[in-house]
């Protein structure tokens, strides 16, 4: 596709289950982004893989939360035992390469509602 | 670490007013990346910009121009005479090469402008 593409658009789930969200991304790019922005909030860094560098998972808020990169494409983010407070939209990006340099374009993100 | 600051969270004008969106940032790296990008209200966010830490040229596209100012640590943004399709959520953001390619973004300034 032109652009990232994520799925579903939305998500409510209840709390205590586990989602998937998936991003792909614009093809080509090497480097790609999780995000999340929570209501009335700035966006917080989650993880980034680079190729097939060892992504950085220094965002991650929990051990709840993983994701992995499939054939250097397609990434899922999980979120394993759902709470309230996950609830916010999760934004993935791709960027062609890791030079801090190039832009990242922007998925319409996931917005996950625990209840 | 980095750090942005959008000290303005909200403001309104009228259609074809100026307005000035400023940005902080900080950090201490010499090599950085200086973003601005736009969140209308189907959320995906959308690239207005790129400057690096070299080149502190004013850059004019339309309407809209940049001010970066190194001795102020500030990379403002302008809008001329605005319009209601400018109506969004603003974000600047940051990186660097040490910082992992990872975008610090600020906490957004919601622009209203109304007709």
């Known amino acids: 596709g032109a652009g990232v593409s994520q799925s579903p658009s939305n998500k409510v789930t209840e709390k205590g289950k586990d989602v998937e969200l998936r991003c792909d991304p614009i093809?080509?790019?090497?480097?790609l982004y999780w995000y999340r922005q929570s209501l009335g909030q700035g966006l917080e860094f989650l993880i980034y893989?680079?190729?097939?560098?060892?992504?950085?998972k220094s965002g991650l808020p929990s051990d709840r939360f993983s994701a992995e990169r499939t054939g250097g494409s397609v990434s899922t983010l999980t979120i394993q035992r759902t709470q309230q407070e996950d609830s916010a939209v999760y934004l993935c990006?791709?960027?062609?390469?890791?030079?801090?340099?190039?832009?990242?374009?922007f998925g319409q993100g996931t917005r996950l509602t625990v209840v | 670490a980095q750090k942005v600051t959008q000290a303005q969270t909200e403001i309104s004008v009228v259609e074809k007013e100026d307005v000035t969106l400023d940005c902080v940032y900080e950090?201490?790296?010499?090599?950085?990346?200086l973003f601005w990008y736009k969140q209308p209200p189907s959320g995906e966010l959308v690239f207005l910009i790129r400057?690096?830490?070299?080149?502190?040229q004013n850059e004019i596209s339309g309407r809209y121009s940049w001010n970066f100012q190194k001795s102020t640590s500030s990379f403002n943004f302008t809008i001329t005479a605005s319009q209601v399709v400018d109506s969004a959520v603003y974000f600047c953001?940051?990186?660097?090469?040490?910082?992992?390619?990872?975008?610090?973004f600020g906490g957004g300034t919601r622009l209203m402008v109304k007709p």
């Open positions: 990006a791709s960027s062609l390469g890791g030079s801090s340099n190039t832009e990242a374009f």
């Open positions: 093809s080509g790019h090497t480097a």
């Open positions: 893989f680079q190729g097939n560098s060892a992504p950085d």
């Open positions: 950090t201490r790296d010499t090599t950085y990346y």
């Open positions: 400057r690096n830490s070299f080149d502190e």
């Open positions: 953001a940051l990186t660097s090469n040490n910082a992992g390619n990872m975008l610090t």
